[in-house]
Nanobody
């Protein structure tokens, strides 16, 4: 499965962005999807995930500010990011897996190339 992220950019603190991840598969509904991010000089970390039944889970630091969703008909996953903070600056990656759903990076088999999000005044 090929994954392509978009929607990143430069935004001021308190602003919003919506990231998209388009998957090249006709069986998108069979995949659990997730967002991870990597800030400069830091390890990649889990942000949010959504499974086949639209159940969701979030990293504590983004809970209440970020919303993950999916549109199976469009084979697309979204990450709505509100009230952005400077510490949200990172490259954001989408990931997909047909058998695993959760926050463990090494369990996802398919990855996009990432989109840069910069939060700065």
């Amino acid at each position: 499965v090929q994954l392509v992220e978009s929607g990143g950019g430069l935004v001021q603190p308190g602003g919003s962005l919506r990231l998209s991840c388009v998957a090249s598969t006709r069986t998108f509904e069979d995949y659990a999807m997730a967002w991870f991010r990597q800030a400069p000089g830091k390890a990649r970390e889990f942000v949010a995930a959504i499974n086949w039944r639209d159940s969701t889970t979030y990293q504590e630091s983004v809970e209440g500010r970020f919303t993950i969703s999916r549109d199976n008909a469009q084979a697309t996953m979204y990450l709505q990011m509100d009230n952005l903070k400077t510490e949200d600056t990172a490259v954001y990656y989408c990931a997909a897996d047909a058998a695993y759903w959760g926050n463990r990076e090494n369990m996802y088999d398919n990855w996009g190339q990432g989109t840069q999000v910069t939060v700065s005044s």
